[in-house]
């Protein structure tokens, strides 16, 4: 066991839906996040080029003693999860496989849509996952590259997001589907405009965050107790490749911290080359 905290590693703010599902859900542990904002989006890298930087912060995460890392990004999840854990000793999760076992429990039609990034969409890790689990599931998949962008920048005016949302949406028109997997951390922080758009094209649909499931998975191998009690003066400490200032006020807008200690610290990438 480690330092008594909890690793997230996202490219950027998307990470933080899956840390705020955490932090309703887990009290007694620090929780650390690694925002790499200065080489995202990673949905437009490539698989070499996301497998190593997600082997770099679980190296990174590694040295800071975490109990165990949410790759709370399903595009790292997608090319760096399991060469990170042949690597690393230490307990390290994905979103994909929890969002994929989210998936399956909610749809009755086994007509399932995905929204993700262009590199989570192409690596068709979702379809596997999915189909491993049952082969009759059909999956249509879009990626939606303005979105991820538009919410790392903080730009949730109501108006704004919904017209980006529908953008992507229209691409399931024809398609009839009862479940919804939003597929890249981003999403879920503007869940309501799927929902407001959806609504609109006459679609019930189940949205599926895979955070909650990625949370109960971290619960149940630290052996974290539902009811487990507060411990004080907790902390989470943000580190950040590109801006601060930036990746700040966004977050300011996702997650209020006021009951943490919180602390920024500035990373530069060199540094990290070594867990290469
Ligand atoms: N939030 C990330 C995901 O879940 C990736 C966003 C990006 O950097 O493109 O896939």
Redesign the pocket.
């Known amino acids: 066991m480690g330092n008594n905290v909890i690793g997230f590693y996202?490219?950027?703010v998307?990470?933080l839906s899956v840390l705020k599902v955490a932090l309703n859900k887990i009290k007694n542990k620090n929780f650390v996040f690694f925002g790499d904002t200065l080489r995202?989006?990673?949905?437009?890298r490539t698989n070499e080029e996301i497998k190593n930087y997600t082997m770099e912060v679980m190296g990174f995460f590694e040295d800071l003693d975490v109990d165990l890392s949410i790759i709370a990004?399903?595009?790292?999840t997608s090319h760096g999860l399991k060469e990170s854990n042949e690597r690393y000793k230490y307990p390290i999760i994905g979103?994909v496989e929890p969002g994929s076992e989210n998936a399956l429990e909610r749809t009755k039609t086994k007509r399932v849509a995905l929204v993700?990034?262009k590199s989570?969409v192409e690596s068709g890790v979702y379809d596997k996952v999915l189909k491993s689990m049952d082969p009759s599931i059909e999956l249509r998949s879009v990626y939606c590259p303005d979105l991820?962008l538009a919410i790392e920048r903080g730009e949730f005016e109501e108006e704004y997001m919904d017209g980006i949302v529908k953008k992507y949406l229209d691409y399931f028109e024809d398609y009839d589907f009862d479940t919804m997997i939003l597929?890249?951390?981003?999403y879920p922080l503007v869940e309501d405009s799927f929902k407001r758009i959806l609504k609109k094209q006459g679609k019930k649909v189940l949205m599926v965050d895979p955070a909650y499931k990625t949370v109960l998975d971290a619960m149940n191998i630290l052996k974290i107790e539902k009811d487990n009690q507060e411990i004080p003066n907790r902390t989470i400490d943000f580190y950040i490749t590109g801006d601060i200032n930036l990746f700040r006020s966004t977050m300011e807008k996702i997650v209020d911290l006021s009951d943490f200690k919180v602390s920024f610290h500035q990373v530069d990438i060199k540094d990290l080359e070594k867990y290469r």
Request: negative net charge.
């Open positions: 996202d490219s950027g998307g990470g995202m989006p990673y949905g437009a990004c399903n595009t790292a979103v993700a990034t989570c991820t597929g890249c951390t981003h």
